[in-house]
C-alpha cells in the first residue's frame, strides 16, 4: 500500500507539473496584455511599463515560469488583475460553494443511479431495463446549460436565484465557517437560511446530476452483468443461493470498483463544468469566478482555476486508486 501511494503520488506530481507549464505557456500566448487589464485601457506607457516590472512581465518566460513556479509551492498563485486580491484568497470564498453544489447534486445522483444500475441489470432484456437505459441515455446527452433553462422555467415553484433569499441577510444573517451556505447555516443553527438554501439548491443539483446520473447507473449495470458472468458466480447459482445472496455478497462488491472511480471523476468533471449553470441560477462559485476571470482575460484567475481543476482530478485519481485496493485487494498486486 505504501509503494502504491508513493508511486501513484510521483505520478500526480509530474501531472500537476505538466499542466503548469502547459497552461502557463498557453495563457501567455492569449491574445490581450495583463498590463492592460491591470492598469486599465486608459493607461499611460510609463504606467503599463511599471505595471508589467511589477507583474514580472518584463522578464522572459523562463523565469516567469520559475517564479509563478516557486509561488504555487509558497502558496502564491499570484494576484487576480481583476478583483486585486490573491487568487487564493478568492479560489478559498469561491470554490466552497461549487463544492457544495456539486456534491449535493453527486450524492442524489448516486443515490439514485446505483439502485437504478442494480435494477437495470437484474432485469436486464425487459421493459424496465431497457426505459432505464432509455432515461439514462438521455440524460447524459442532455446539455447541462439546456436543462438548466428548462428546470428554471417548468419548476419555477423552487428559488431560480442565488445561494439563499437576500432579505434573510437582515433577518437571520448567516455566519460564515466554511464558505457553504448549508453547511453554515447547520452549524449556526440559522433555520431560516438553511431552509432557503436547502430550496435554492435543488434546480442547480438536478442541472448538475443529471450527467451523473445517467452515467453511474449505466456504469452500475454494466459491471454487475460482468461480474455476474464470471465463474464464481455461475458456481455460487449451480449450488442454490438466492439471486439476492449472489448480487448482495458476490457481485455488488466487485462491481463497485469502476462505479467508485467513475463517481470521482464527474465529480471533477462536474466542478469544471458549473461555469454556465452557475450563470443560470446566479451562483457564487468557482464557475462564475472563471467566467469572470475570462471576461477580463485575468490571467492569474485563469491560471489558477486550471490548476485547481488539475489538482482535483488528480486528488480524486489518487483516492480512487487506494479506495479499490482496500475494496480488492487483488489490485495489489498489479498496482
Same mark, same amino acid.
Not at 516590472?53 to 516567469?64: F, S, V
Not at 486508486?321 to 495489489?332: F, S
Given at each position: 500500500?505504501?509503494?502504491?501511494?508513493?508511486?501513484?503520488?510521483?505520478?500526480?506530481? &509530474? &501531472?500537476?507539473?505538466?499542466? +503548469?507549464?502547459?497552461?502557463?505557456?498557453?495563457?501567455?500566448?492569449?491574445?490581450?496584455?495583463?498590463?492592460?487589464?491591470?492598469?486599465?485601457?486608459?493607461?499611460?506607457?510609463?504606467?503599463?511599463?511599471?505595471?508589467?516590472?511589477?507583474?514580472?512581465?518584463?522578464?522572459?518566460?523562463?523565469?516567469?515560469?520559475?517564479?509563478?513556479?516557486?509561488?504555487?509551492?509558497?502558496?502564491?498563485?499570484?494576484?487576480?488583475?481583476?478583483?486585486?486580491?490573491?487568487?487564493?484568497?478568492?479560489?478559498?470564498?469561491? +470554490?466552497?460553494?461549487?463544492?457544495?453544489?456539486?456534491?449535493?447534486?453527486?450524492?442524489?445522483?448516486?443515490?439514485?443511479?446505483?439502485?437504478?444500475?442494480?435494477?437495470?441489470?437484474?432485469?436486464?432484456?425487459?421493459?424496465?431495463?431497457?426505459?432505464?437505459?432509455?432515461?439514462?441515455?438521455?440524460?447524459?446527452?442532455?446539455?447541462?446549460?439546456?436543462?438548466?433553462?428548462?428546470?428554471?422555467?417548468?419548476?419555477?415553484?423552487?428559488?431560480?436565484?442565488?445561494?439563499?433569499?437576500?432579505?434573510?441577510? $437582515?433577518?437571520?444573517?448567516?455566519?460564515?465557517?466554511?464558505?457553504?451556505?448549508?453547511?453554515?447555516?447547520?452549524?449556526?443553527?440559522?433555520?431560516? &437560511?438553511?431552509?432557503?438554501?436547502?430550496?435554492?439548491?435543488?434546480?442547480?443539483?438536478?442541472?448538475?446530476?443529471? $450527467?451523473?446520473?445517467?452515467?453511474?447507473?449505466?456504469?452500475?449495470?454494466?459491471?454487475?452483468?460482468? +461480474?455476474?458472468?464470471?465463474?464464481?458466480?455461475?458456481?455460487?447459482?449451480?449450488?442454490?443461493?438466492?439471486?439476492?445472496?449472489? $448480487?448482495?455478497?458476490?457481485?455488488?462488491?466487485?462491481?463497485?470498483?469502476?462505479?467508485?472511480?467513475?463517481?470521482?471523476?464527474?465529480?471533477?468533471?462536474?466542478?469544471?463544468?458549473?461555469?454556465?449553470?452557475?450563470?443560470? $441560477?446566479?451562483?457564487?462559485?468557482?464557475?462564475?469566478?472563471?467566467?469572470?476571470?475570462?471576461?477580463?482575460?485575468?490571467?492569474?484567475?485563469?491560471?489558477?482555476?486550471?490548476?485547481?481543476?488539475?489538482?482535483?482530478?488528480?486528488?480524486?485519481?489518487?483516492?480512487?486508486?487506494?479506495?479499490?485496493?482496500?475494496?480488492?485487494?487483488?489490485?495489489?498486486?498489479?498496482?
Amino acid at each position: 500500500m505504501i509503494r502504491l501511494l508513493a508511486r501513484r503520488l510521483a505520478q500526480a506530481l &509530474v &501531472v500537476v507539473a505538466g499542466v +503548469v507549464v502547459v497552461t502557463f505557456a498557453v495563457a501567455r500566448v492569449i491574445p490581450g496584455d495583463p498590463a492592460v487589464t491591470y492598469a486599465g485601457p486608459r493607461a499611460q506607457k510609463a504606467e503599463l511599463e511599471a505595471v508589467r516590472q511589477k507583474l514580472g512581465l518584463d522578464r522572459a518566460w523562463p523565469a516567469q515560469l520559475a517564479t509563478y513556479a516557486g509561488g504555487i509551492v509558497t502558496g502564491d498563485w499570484g494576484t487576480s488583475l481583476h478583483t486585486r486580491r490573491p487568487v487564493l484568497d478568492d479560489l478559498a470564498t469561491a +470554490v466552497p460553494a461549487s463544492l457544495e453544489l456539486v456534491a449535493v447534486a453527486l450524492l442524489g445522483a448516486a443515490a439514485l443511479g446505483i439502485p437504478l444500475g442494480v435494477l437495470a441489470a437484474r432485469r436486464k432484456g425487459r421493459l424496465v431495463d431497457i426505459t432505464i437505459r432509455l432515461l439514462t441515455t438521455l440524460s447524459v446527452s442532455m446539455p447541462v446549460f439546456w436543462l438548466g433553462l428548462i428546470l428554471q422555467h417548468q419548476l419555477s415553484w423552487f428559488p431560480v436565484s442565488g445561494e439563499y433569499a437576500a432579505d434573510l441577510d $437582515y433577518t437571520s444573517p448567516l455566519t460564515v465557517y466554511t464558505h457553504m451556505t448549508i453547511v453554515d447555516a447547520a452549524i449556526g443553527g440559522n433555520g431560516p &437560511v438553511l431552509t432557503s438554501a436547502l430550496a435554492h439548491v435543488v434546480l442547480p443539483a438536478m442541472a448538475i446530476a443529471a $450527467y451523473p446520473l445517467g452515467a453511474i447507473a449505466q456504469m452500475t449495470r454494466a459491471s454487475l452483468l460482468e +461480474v455476474i458472468g464470471e465463474d464464481h458466480v455461475r458456481m455460487a447459482r449451480a449450488l442454490g443461493f438466492s439471486e439476492r445472496t449472489i $448480487y448482495a455478497r458476490l457481485a455488488m462488491r466487485p462491481a463497485l470498483n469502476p462505479v467508485i472511480a467513475l463517481i470521482a471523476l464527474v465529480f471533477a468533471y462536474s466542478l469544471a463544468n458549473t461555469f454556465l449553470v452557475e450563470s443560470i $441560477y446566479d451562483w457564487p462559485g468557482l464557475g462564475s469566478y472563471a467566467a469572470a476571470a475570462i471576461g477580463s482575460l485575468d490571467t492569474p484567475a485563469i491560471l489558477g482555476v486550471t490548476l485547481l481543476i488539475a489538482i482535483v482530478y488528480v486528488l480524486l485519481n489518487l483516492v480512487v486508486d487506494v479506495v479499490q485496493t482496500l475494496i480488492d485487494p487483488r489490485l495489489r498486486g498489479s498496482a
